[in-house]
């Protein structure tokens, strides 16, 4: 199973921009889809983006269509996830997952990076 690695969270204050990465720990040479997920405390985990192995037709949770973009980089393995015009709402350990298809669900995805922190100050 693959080992995923997020990076890039931290403190920005509201209408900053923060940039996420997540990439294997390891060579894969196995095509995933990738997702990116958050949690605040006391809430379930949400979907945020989703996008395919070929980088078509992404997906975006309502709460932030507009603001956040997902893409993967050059060799495809990696991902980002671009949050602009940042809110304190947005404020959440971000997950990054890997499944065969870019699903909404958590439970479409076989395996999860350790999260990275966001803070969107007021």
């Known amino acids: 199973q693959v080992q995923l690695v997020e990076s890039g969270g931290g403190l920005v204050q509201a209408g900053g921009s923060l940039r996420l990465s997540c990439a294997p720990s390891?060579?894969?040479?196995?095509?995933?889809?990738m997702g990116w997920f958050r949690q605040a405390p006391g809430k379930e985990r949400e979907f945020v983006a989703a996008?395919?192995?070929?980088?078509?037709?992404?997906q975006y949770g309502d709460s932030v269509k507009g603001r956040f973009t997902i893409t993967r980089g050059v060799g495809r393995n990696t991902v980002f996830l671009q949050m602009n015009s940042l809110k304190p709402e947005d404020t959440a350990v971000y997950y990054c997952?890997?499944?065969?298809?870019?699903?909404?669900?958590?439970?479409?995805?076989?395996?999860w990076g350790q999260g990275t922190q966001v803070t969107v100050s007021s």
């Open positions: 996008v395919s192995w070929s980088g078509d037709m992404p």
């Open positions: 390891g060579r894969t040479d196995s095509r995933y889809a």
């Open positions: 997952a890997a499944g065969s298809l870019p699903r909404r669900s958590v439970l479409g995805y076989d395996a």
